[in-house]
């Protein structure tokens, strides 16, 4: 079945410094989402890619879906220690069904 | 208002035991989500619903079963309570359609299984 992986699974950096997790799935996506995990919260929608090479910013937050619609990643600039949480990608697969497959994870811990 | 509301936040029982976790939503949203989220964080989908119709049933033991009366609540009975049900489960909930998935996770349900 579809499976989506993420890496790095943790990721520890200094306040200030960039932040970059990838996004691979078994299989090509019909669009691709993110979301954030606080601490103790629950998931909370950031963005949806559809097209192939799409490049997407949300300030310090920039989204890409790779051309063969099958990996992501999310890239954060200057990361602050509101920042902390779980990132989370979530694939839906090409057949266009309900389901979403959420990635692993990668947590990241900024240090102040 | 709460958009995705669940009830309990926090839930702690005995093996063996049979307990119900409720989730609604008031978003007007015809799909709705169960998902199970483990120690290591790594969250997974067990059941939807669009309009009250079962659309996703993943590999779940069948002593877990969803009910939804109406488009707006989607609740999860869970019998036989094992150590392994001990998690987070979430509801969640978004309009229907494939290309507009954006789905709204309630607060979390932890469930404690002792």
């Known amino acids: 079945g579809q499976q989506v992986m993420q890496i790095p699974q943790y990721q520890h950096v200094q306040e200030g410094e960039d932040f970059t997790t990838y996004c691979n799935s078994s299989?090509?996506?019909?669009?691709i989402q993110w979301y954030k995990q606080r601490p103790g919260g629950h998931p909370v929608f950031l963005i949806q890619?559809?097209?192939?090479?799409e490049v997407k910013k949300q300030k310090r937050l920039t989204f890409q879906f790779g051309e063969a619609k099958k990996n992501s990643s999310l890239h954060i600039t200057a990361t602050q220690t509101t920042d902390v949480g779980t990132y989370f990608c979530?694939?839906?697969?090409?057949?266009?069904?309900?389901?979403?497959?959420f990635g692993t994870g990668t947590r990241l811990k900024v240090l102040a | 208002d709460t958009a995705v509301s669940q009830t309990p936040k926090y839930l702690v029982t005995q093996m063996g035991n049979d307990k119900s976790i409720k989730c609604e939503q008031n978003?007007?949203?015809?799909?709705m989500y169960w998902y199970k989220q483990d120690s290591k964080k790594f969250l997974k989908i067990m059941f939807s619903?669009?309009?009250?119709?079962?659309?996703i049933n993943e590999t779940v033991p069948n002593r877990f079963s969803p009910k939804s009366p109406d488009k707006a609540h989607l609740n999860l009975h869970i019998n036989s309570l094992e150590l392994g049900d001990s998690a987070v489960y979430f509801c969640?909930?978004?309009?229907?359609?494939?290309?507009?998935?954006?789905?709204?996770f309630g607060p979390g349900t932890r469930l404690t299984v002792l």
């Open positions: 969640a909930s978004s309009r229907q359609g494939a290309s507009t998935g954006t789905q709204y």
């Open positions: 619903y669009n309009n009250k119709e079962l659309i």
């Open positions: 978003l007007g949203h015809d799909t």
């Open positions: 299989t090509t996506l019909s669009n």
């Open positions: 890619l559809v097209k192939s090479g």
């Open positions: 979530a694939g839906q697969g090409a057949s266009g069904t309900y389901k979403y497959i």
